[in-house]
């Protein structure tokens, strides 16, 4: 018997929450087939299969928080695939498998190699331990199928890179490889396929069940008079967060008003374009373009202060946070690199981000290490916010609604669509004038953006 042990699949993470399990006990489960989904403060993840085996045990039920490096599976007999202890035996890595021949190219396009990833979690690490009152172990309801057989999309790395930058979604694809592998024909048929029109429009639905700190509560008049929700994976990750965030960083703030016409009118323009018809293009796009052209030219705005070292860290590479209320909370992907994008690839990894954190299949890469943040409160019909600062970065800009309003052109007043932006910046490393100057910069890049973006 081996047991499979829960791994850290982010950085430092010290536990995950059991979202549902995809085996019961007694199953016999192949190598790489999904075994549970869970919930860290980051990311909803779904663990493969180390190895092949019988399940004799599940350690844990649905709402159950389990440490980083406690068992979670019992496993008997099977091949290992991956990293397994004896039962009642020190932890002890598994032998490394013979290593097999290289794959040809076509073969690298097809095939899926069973890595498994974030073991070797350090034994000293802190860690907690927490168990929320559930009904014993069960198994969960089988998941609706998706189209590939896998929740989680059978590919390889070069395709999924693909289809993130040109904001595929592989869970709506049926692969055509073999064994039902996606390859990059199936994307490039995706984006050649027609964009369906938009469904009419249907009344509002009566007030009812809403999502609220990672839980559906009820609505106002069918509720009860007070309700204790348990506080937990992305709720409470955020709620530690800007709590220390609040309480550690001196926030300060600088707002600015702006003539967004030409921004509105370029953004038209976009959606005109060939290259730019399968993308979704949206003011937020300009934006990100304007910030991270705004950080080229003030590169102390990326950074962060090192409170430990006493030092203060500035980054020449842009890893653009996207503030997105899902239903399992507040997240902020991000996307890497971002000030290296141009607008057509920066407009595809924007929607990808966006998609994924809404449906909660964010990776835990995604959330680690962002360097500047964009908080949209437009969409929500609000002119503007001073957002808390995400622990370890230097600044964030929240981006009002753009809507007509009397502006002063020469000596007339005219019509002009605008936008407010605000940001707060940590006033440790960041001062007024340079937070001033870099607020400026995307300002006027926002009122005439089209020569920095369009290549003559």
Known sequence: ??????????????????????????????????????????????????????????????????????????????????????????????????????????????????????????????????????????????????????????????????????????????????????????????????????????????????????????????????????????????????????????HAAAWVRVDATKTMELVASLRQRPAFAPLRISPLLIVALALCDGARHFPGINSSFDAAAGEVIVRRQVNLGIAVASPRGLLVPNIKGADRMGPSELAAALTGTIERARTAASTPDEMLHTTLTITNVGPFHVDGAVPILPPGTGAIVAVGQIARRPWVVGDTVVPRETVDLSMAFDHRQIDGALASAFLAHVGQFLEDPAPAIIAP
Request: hydrophobic share 45%.
């Open 1 to 250: 018997m081996s047991v499979f042990l829960l791994p850290d699949v982010g950085e430092g993470l010290v536990e995950a929450e059991i979202v549902s399990w995809k085996v019961a006990v007694g199953d016999v489960v192949t190598l790489n087939q999904p075994l549970v989904e869970i919930e860290t403060a980051k990311a909803v993840v779904e663990l493969p299969s180390p190895y092949a085996g019988t399940v004799t045990t599940l350690h844990g039920a649905v709402g159950d928080v389990i440490e980083v490096g406690h068992p979670l599976v019992d496993f008997d007999g099977g091949e290992s695939g991956g990293p397994t202890v004896p039962a009642a035996a020190p932890a002890t890595p598994a032998p490394a498998p013979k290593a097999a021949p290289a794959p040809t190219a076509e073969a690298a396009e097809t095939e899926r190699t069973p890595v498994l990833v974030g073991y070797g979690v350090s034994p000293d690490q802190a860690r907690r331990h927490r168990h929320h009152a559930a009904a014993p172990a069960a198994p969960a309801a089988a998941p609706a199928p998706v189209a590939s057989g896998l929740l989680v999309p059978r590919t390889t790395p070069p395709v999924r890179l693909y289809a993130r930058q040109h904001g595929v979604d592989l869970r709506t694809l049926t692969g055509t490889g073999r064994d039902g592998i996606i390859t990059r024909a199936d994307v490039e048929r995706a984006l050649a396929a027609p964009v369906p029109s938009p469904a009419p429009a249907t009344p509002a639905a009566p007030l009812g069940p809403t999502r609220f700190a990672g839980h559906e509560i009820a609505g106002w008049d069918a509720g009860p008079r007070e309700e204790r929700l348990a506080v937990r994976g992305v709720a409470r990750a955020m709620a530690e967060a800007m709590t220390t965030s609040a309480f550690s960083a001196p």
